[in-house]
């Protein structure tokens, strides 16, 4: 595998990821389904595994880049697995709609954990050459990057819109910033 096939995977991870984000921030709205902390903190670990992603595709494909997207990978999947164990009880219900017979918290986990073998994958895969390499972002890595720095900033103004400067609540059926309006 070549570096700029390994960039390519890392702008398509980044995309994927993005989508991800942008689809969570979508069925809040269309659903009304306000997330709760422990979502948001996967959201959280979402945009960490973006940045590492990010890095990445700016920067050149770097062992500590993909330590970056791990880190957030293994936090996101430590709060998907958080919920998960609150709603495994029998007679628990879940939290939010269900798509394709997962909650989206487990489908985080899922993801998160899908993440991390494909960083160890390519890790694994690791060439020395690479580090000394230089890279030219491609347009399209620049658009993906973009769309991705859009989507964060997008799901930072509803958690604002949603908390305030607040604590969230555990249960959340309203936004704060519309509550004073």
Avoid at 42 to 62: E, K, T
Avoid at 65 to 78: K, N, P, S
Avoid at 95 to 105: E, I, K, P
Wanted: charged share 10%; with cysteine.
């Amino acid at each position: 595998m070549t570096r700029s096939q390994v960039s390519i995977l890392n702008s398509l991870g980044l995309l994927g990821i993005t989508i991800v984000l942008f689809l969570a921030f979508v069925f809040q709205f269309a659903w009304g389904e306000l997330p709760c902390p422990l979502c948001l903190l996967q959201r959280v670990g979402f945009g960490l595994v973006m940045f590492g992603f990010m890095l990445n595709v700016l920067y050149g494909p770097q062992q500590r880049h993909y330590g970056v997207t791990l880190l957030g990978a293994l936090f996101g999947a430590g709060a998907a697995l958080r919920q998960i164990s609150l709603h495994v009880i029998p007679g628990t219900p879940g939290y939010g709609s269900a798509v394709l017979g997962f909650h989206y918290y487990t489908w985080a986990f899922i993801l998160f954990s899908a993440t991390v073998l494909g960083c160890a994958l390519l890790l694994t895969m690791w060439k020395e050459e690479w580090n000394s390499e230089t890279v030219e972002v491609s347009k399209c890595g620049r658009i993906i990057c973009i769309l991705a720095i859009v989507v964060v900033a997008l799901n930072l103004l509803s958690t604002f819109v949603e908390c305030g400067p607040y604590q969230c609540p555990d249960n959340p059926v309203s936004y704060w910033l519309m509550s004073l309006l």
